[in-house]
C-alpha cells in the first residue's frame, strides 16, 4: 500500500512540474510516507526527522513533510518540534500537491489531517481518492513491468492489535470499471503484472444494481485485458466468503497466480480469539486443504504475531503446530507491537517480556526454515518461469565487467529466483533452470 502511495504521489508531484531526488542534498522538499503498524517503523520515522531538524539549522527554507499513516495517528503533534512543514494522512493525499507549493509559497505548516477529515464527508473524500487512482496510477513502475492497483481501500476487521483501521479508515471497494480500465492503461504502458491491493482484498464487493462483484469476477476482468499476463492479489484474510469462486479463477486462469498470502498470525484458538480473527487454526488449516484440493501447485504464504498478550508457552506451541500443519512457502514472523489506541492496547497489558518474545521468533523462524528448505529443494533441476525485476542487490554492489550481472525475478507462486543474466531483461520473463537453492531462494541458469 505504501509503495502504491508513493508512487501515485510522486507521479502527481512530477506532473506539477517537480523532479525527483534522491538526495536530501539537492531536494527543495523531503517527504518521508509513513507506515505505523509496528513502532519500530514509527521509531525510525523519528529518527529521519531528528536528523532533518539538524539539517534545517542550516537550511531553515526545507520544506519536510509527513505523509501516510503516521501523520494520520499523530496528526498536527508532528507539527510541535518545528522540523515538519506539512502532515498529510493517506485519505488527503490527493491534496498533497496543493499542500507542497503552498508550503514552499507561504513557509506555513499545513496539517492536512484531523481538521479537514472532521469537515469532508466520507464520500467525497472517495471520490476525490478515486480519481487520483485513476489519474495518476497509470504509470507506477518501481519495479520494471510490474504495478500495483488497489482493490479497495481501509478495513473493516479491527483485529484488536492492528492500527489500520484507525489510519486508513471502513472499507471502500473501488467500481470495477475504474479498476479495469487503469489495468488495460498498465497494460497499454508495458505493465504485465498487477498485484490488487486490499487489506482483506478477497472481501472485495461492488454492488451494481442487482449484481455483485467481487474478486473472483474483478480477477476474470482483469485476465481478459491483453498483454497482462500475472495477476496476484494481497492480503487475503482467512474466510468463507468468496473463498471457492476465487480459487477456482485461480485455477481456470493461467494469468492468475497460484499464489495465496493469508495470514493465520497464531495457533492458539484463545489468542486467535483475543485477536478478533473470526476463525479456529483447525478450521484454518481446513481452509488451506481447500485451496491445495482446488490448485494443486498453489504457493502458500503468511504472517505470524508472536508475543500478543497472555501467550503461554502452551499458545506458542499451537503456533509451531500450525506453522508445522500450514507448510507455508514461507511466513513473516513479527513481535506484538501494541499500537495506541487499539483495543488490544486500551485493554490489555503486553504481558510477554522481550527476550521470550525474540525466543519464540527464533524457534518459529527455525521451523518455518526447515519448511522452506525443503520446499525450495523440490525446484532442484526443474525449469521455471520468472518475471526479471532487475540486478540483485549483490550485483548493485560488486559489478563485475564484461559479464552477466546478478539478476533477481520472481516465479509465479512469488519464489525469488537469483541468476546471471543481461540487464535488459528487467521487465520480461524468462526461463531459468534451478541448480541451488536455500530457504527463501532458488539459484539457477538461464535456459
Ligand atoms: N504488532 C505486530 N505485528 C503486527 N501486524 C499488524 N499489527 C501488528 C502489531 N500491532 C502484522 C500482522 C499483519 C502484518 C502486515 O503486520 O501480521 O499481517
Ligand atoms: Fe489489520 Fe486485521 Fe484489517 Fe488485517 S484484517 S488490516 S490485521 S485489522
Known sequence: ????????????????????????????????????????????????????????KSRPDLVVGVIGCMAQRLGDRLLEDNTVDIVCGPAQLPELTQLVTKALQERKKSPAVTEKIRQRTAEEHSQ???????????????????????????????????????????????????????????????????????????????????????????????????GIEWLRFVTSYPSEEFFDEILQVMAASPKVCNYLHMPAQNGSDKILRAMNRHYSSGWYLELL?????????????????IGFPGETDEDFEATVQLAKHARYKNAFIFKYSPRPGTTADNRLQDTVPAEVKQRRNTELLAVQEEISDELSRAFLGKEVKVLVEGLSKKSQVNMEAGRNPQLVGRTAGDWIVVFNGPESLAGRFTEVRISNSSPFTLFGELT
Open 1 to 56: 500500500m505504501n509503495k502504491l502511495d508513493t508512487a501515485l504521489v510522486t507521479a502527481a508531484l512530477k506532473e506539477a512540474g517537480f523532479g525527483l531526488t534522491e538526495s536530501v542534498k539537492e531536494a527543495d522538499v523531503v517527504l518521508i510516507n509513513t507506515c505505523s503498524v509496528r513502532e519500530h517503523a514509527e521509531q525510525r520515522v523519528l529518527s529521519h526527522l531528528g536528523h532533518l531538524k539538524h539539517i534545517k
Open 289 to 305: 486443504d481447500r485451496a491445495r484440493a482446488a490448485v494443486p501447485d498453489i504457493a502458500i504464504a503468511g504472517d505470524f504475531i
Open 128 to 226: 476525490a481518492l478515486e480519481e487520483f487512482e485513476s489519474v495518476y496510477g497509470i504509470e507506477n513502475r518501481q519495479i520494471p513491468g510490474q504495478a500495483f492497483v488497489r482493490a479497495m481501500r481501509g478495513c473493516n476487521n479491527f483485529c484488536t492489535y492492528c492500527v489500520v483501521p484507525y489510519v486508513r479508515g471502513r472499507e471502500v471497494s473501488r467500481p470495477p470499471e475504474a479498476i479495469v480500465e487503469q489495468i488495460r492503461k498498465l497494460a497499454h504502458h508495458g505493465i504485465k503484472q498487477v498485484t490488487l491491493l486490499g487489506q482483506r482484498v478477497n472481501a472485495y464487493k461492488y454492488k451494481h444494481s442487482d449484481t455483485v462483484w467481487s474478486l473472483a469476477d474483478l480477477l476474470g476482468a482483469a485476465s481478459d485485458v491483453e
